[in-house]
């Protein structure tokens, strides 16, 4: 059953606690600098007295960020709280600020010790170069600027969360809105898209002030870092070691040339199947053929037994863990007022465990959604032996490999909430979906890139740059007449903007692996999920061309793999 309210308290620890006290208070200040300064000054004499003290170090890590974690769900669960509201920013506004340059002293007191007794190169590698790069990167001047961005992005999740709009009678988060756009009369979605819309629209300047007022932290982060942009600051912050923005661009390219005219022809077809001069914004969801809205579950109950079922049948083990995370109560699935966007997963890293959040309103995309988050659970379950704190943390390329491959290989197994011909639609538009998850990470990429390469830009240069690239990857393909003005601010609805810069290009990369891994199943899906479970174990361990090699995939988001993958996916489905 879901648990909203679960007592994370009683969750068990993967293992007892060696350095940091039961009795400590997590959420004071000086209590957690005590514990830190005990690192920082505590005697190393020996390679093994050093990897001791890693692993303390990792012990530390694993328990602050589980109470930083278990802060932000109880937040985002319900962000009309001002009690909950007020723990996170307590928190952001005096623990993280205080420990930022106690995690640098720890940076260079290891990278110094390290020297004096090397410890295993092959092991320690990847771990090294993270850890020279942060201190690289850390300046002390920068830890006020980012607690304000911390604390900005709670504004935008209290805003966000806090939207609804009166339709059919009644008051609705707007994740809720979306299931109107499956309706088959198009007056309904028509009123409904415009509700949304304009409903998001009454914040525009809200939302815009809330992001040039992140955009001016972030330039200054930079500047005090000795970045030359903030795009080379996050590249170095995200640890983006194995690819460059160079590699991004070409990225673009390729989408501009091989997928935009494919898509093109899908929502060609989609507009003679509807019969109507051109496609409006509120056409794009609906069935073409005019039949119903998939229905899957009406329960969230039926959700979770169902992804179960899936997750049985797709490998027996994942579907065990699904049902152990659903026992302990460590999901939030339903909409409701108040509750923070969109769906994340979060490991509760000293339990090691995954907690899985999303706004479920009992449509197709639910389930997928459920089935994303769940290769991101099995991913942290996975890496969850790693004896290394940072190791238990993959890089988010490959984490969303895990992610979009669970919902294709778990899609092949829908038949759980559908029949014959519901289960062949629901297949059709994820491979849809596919397609346009590749156009709009190019879309919202090439945003990011202009604007923080453009350091000086308005709102207006903004908002006319948008809607270009905008028409370079197929948004003219859609008739937004009279709706200029909404087109012009559609970034607002994409949180990864507001809350985590450049992070969006990695589920391009992941898109493209996960194709990989389902076209492998296809042939061999024992073999597939085998080498897909060898490299999940791995966490973060290796660098990223390592882990894709071990999922026997490639990392390459060229022309090269994309032409001849999305070639077969075209072929493979009913795709024009």
Not at 53 to 71: K, M, N
Not at 291 to 298: A, D, T, V, Y
Not at 454 to 478: A, C, E, Y
Not at 510 to 522: D, K, M, P, S
Request: proline share 5%; glycine share 4%; charged share 25%.
């Amino acid at each position: 059953m879901e648990l909203t309210e679960t007592d994370f308290s009683r969750l068990p620890k993967y293992e007892p606690r060696r350095f940091v006290s039961e009795e400590a208070n997590l959420g004071d200040k000086d209590a957690v600098v005590e514990i830190y300064q005990k690192l920082i000054e505590r005697p190393i004499n020996s390679s093994s007295e050093l990897s001791r003290w890693i692993r303390d170090r990792s012990e530390l890590e694993a328990v602050l960020e589980q109470h930083s974690t278990l802060l932000y769900i109880r937040m985002t669960c319900q962000t009309d709280s001002p009690q909950r509201a007020q723990a996170y920013r307590h928190f952001i506004e005096t623990v993280v600020p205080a420990v930022k340059p106690l995690q640098d002293q720890l940076n260079l007191k290891y990278l110094g010790e390290a020297k004096r007794f090397p410890l295993d190169p092959e092991f320690y590698r990847i771990y090294d170069r993270k850890i020279k790069t942060d201190a690289e990167l850390f300046n002390s001047a920068n830890v006020p600027l980012q607690t304000q961005e911390a604390l900005l992005c709670q504004d935008y999740q209290t805003l966000c969360g806090a939207l609804t709009v009166q339709f059919e009678g009644r008051e609705r988060t707007l994740p809720e809105m979306t299931k109107f756009l499956l309706e088959p009369q198009r007056s309904l979605r028509e009123s409904a898209w415009r509700a949304t819309a304009q409903r998001r629209y009454k914040e525009k300047d809200r939302l815009d002030e809330l992001f040039d007022r992140m955009l001016s932290l972030r330039r200054q982060m930079a500047q005090n870092s000795g970045c030359k942009s903030y795009t080379e600051y996050q590249f170095r912050a995200y640890h983006r070691f194995d690819y460059t923005p160079e590699d991004c661009q070409r990225y673009h390219d390729s989408v501009e040339r091989l997928i935009i005219p494919l898509w093109a022809k899908i929502l060609k077809k989609r507009k003679e199947l509807m019969h109507v001069a051109s496609l409006r914004p509120w056409d794009l969801l609906v069935d073409p053929l005019g039949r119903p809205g998939l229905k899957p579950f009406s329960q969230i109950r039926q959700l979770i037994d169902g992804v179960n079922a899936i997750l049985e049948r797709t490998d027996p083990e994942l579907g065990r863990q699904f049902s152990q995370i659903a026992n302990l109560g460590l999901l939030d699935l339903s909409s409701r007022k108040g509750k923070a966007p969109g769906g994340y997963q979060s490991t509760l890293t000293e339990a090691r465990k995954p907690f899985i959040f999303m706004n479920a309103v009992g449509i197709d995309s639910d389930v997928r959604t459920l089935l994303h988050e769940a290769g991101h659970a099995f991913h942290a379950l996975a890496c969850a032996h790693q004896p290394v704190f940072l190791y238990r943390h993959a890089p988010m390329e490959f984490c969303e490999v895990a992610s979009m491959s669970m919902e294709l290989l778990g899609g092949d197994h829908l038949d759980v909430f559908y029949g014959k011909e519901d289960y062949e639609r629901s297949q059709n538009t994820h491979l849809e979906d596919c397609i346009q998850t590749l156009i709009w990470v190019a879309t919202i990429d090439a945003f990011q890139y202009w604007i923080y390469e453009n350091p000086t830009h308005d709102r207006t240069m903004r908002m006319k740059q948008w809607l270009s690239i905008r028409r370079r990857f197929g948004g003219n393909l859609v008739d937004w007449s009279g709706l200029e003005d909404v087109h012009a601010v559609l970034w607002h609805r994409q949180l990864h903007i507001f809350e985590a810069p450049f992070y969006y290009i990695e589920y391009g990369i992941a898109q493209l692996g996960a194709l990989q891994l389902w076209r492998r199943a296809r042939r061999d899906q024992q073999k597939a999920m085998t080498d897909l479970r060898a490299a999940l174990a791995l966490g973060g361990s290796q660098p990223l061309p390592k882990l894709f090699e071990r999922a026997g995939i490639r990392f390459d988001f060229s022309a090269e793999t994309i032409g001849p993958l999305i070639k077969e996916v075209a072929e493979q489905s009913k795709l024009p």
